[in-house]
Structures are given as C-alpha cells and as structure tokens.
C-alpha cells in the first residue's frame, strides 16, 4: 500500500511531550522549585489581609454616654427640725436634709454652707461623704449664729451651697429647701437674736 499521511504511532509507542522550557533568573528558578509553598503563603497573606480589613471596618459600638453632672442626679430635701431632745448649741438651730442620689456614679458632698454671714454651718456627717447611686442619706445639718446683725431677719427664699462632686465633675450647686424652711429657719433666728436690737 501506498499512500501519503501522517506518521502515526505503532504499537506501544507513545507520543513525548516536550518539557516545559526552564524559567530563567535565580528567582524564577526558586519560585519554580518551591511553588505549592508560595502560592500556601500567598493565600495565607491574602485571608489574613482580608480578615484584617474586616475586623478594622467592622461597626463599632456607641459609646456609652457620659454620667449625669452631680447636680442633675441629686436631689436635696428639708426634712423636719431636730427635736428638742437632741437641741442644737445654744444660738443654733438643727434640721434633717434628705440627699438622694438617683442615678450615675456615687457623688461626693465636698462642702456644704450657707450664704448668710451670721450664721455658720456644721453638718453630721461631716464633709466629705459619699452617697451611693439609687440611695438617700440623712443629714443633719447644725446653723449656729455669730452676729445677729449679720443673720438674716425673715429669709424668703434660704438655700443651701453645696459642692457636689462625681465622676464627671465638681460642681457648687445652691438648693433651696421651700417655705417650711424658711418658717422655720425664721423661728429659730427670732428665738436666737429675739432679745438683740437690730
């Protein structure tokens, strides 16, 4: 037979492939030889930069709002006079404060006085305490009086100076107690200077 074609492969014979050309240069020889780790750490570096960016971008949570200022959290109440069984120093007067703290951190009384130059003040227990979040603390607080000329004759509207302080700040509030104070307060400076001409 005669004919024209291709040479084909006879038995058990096998086409060779040419090798794959070498790859030049020292570094594409090292990739070359340590593929499959290159392309392990590549992968390492590519999830690790992707877990990155997702942790950094992640949304953050609020942060929590600053405490109350001390005297947005406290409240400061007139009780009642102190009995005549437990009576002030002569020329003084006793009464009992409520000072409730009603949230935020635990705020500290600093100093507690009082606006008129007449009298002085003496608190038990004496400043600085502490009272705790969401509690009250009784105080009893003691105006003697120093010169009747200075004492007030009829206070319409006493206060309190009182320095609160907490966490977020010191502040000098002025608290007025109401009018039952004031009567009060009134009884016992006409009792104190009664005998005193003004």
Do not use: W
């Amino acid at each position: 037979m005669s004919g024209v074609g291709p040479v084909e492969p006879g038995e058990d014979t096998r086409v060779r492939e040419a090798p794959p050309p070498r790859p030049r240069g020292r570094l594409a020889r090292h990739y070359d030889r340590h593929r499959r780790a290159v392309l392990a750490s590549a992968a390492a570096v590519a999830v690790l930069a992707g877990g990155g960016y997702l942790y950094t971008s992640r949304p953050q949570p609020r942060p929590a709002p600053p405490p109350p200022y001390p005297s947005q959290a406290v409240d400061l109440v007139y009780v009642t006079p102190v009995t005549a069984s437990r009576a002030a120093p002569a020329g003084g007067f006793s009464f009992t404060v409520l000072l409730s703290v009603r949230s935020g951190p635990p705020v500290t009384v600093t100093r507690l006085t009082q606006p008129y130059q007449g009298l002085s003040v003496i608190s038990s227990p004496a400043a600085p305490f502490q009272t705790k979040p969401h509690s009250a603390r009784k105080i009893i607080v003691t105006l003697r009086v120093t010169e009747c000329e200075k004492a007030p004759r009829n206070p319409g509207l006493p206060f309190l100076d009182v320095t609160l302080r907490n966490t977020r700040a010191i502040e000098a509030h002025s608290f007025i107690l109401g009018s039952r104070y004031a009567q009060d307060l009134s009884r016992a400076l006409e009792v104190a200077c009664g005998n005193d001409s003004r």
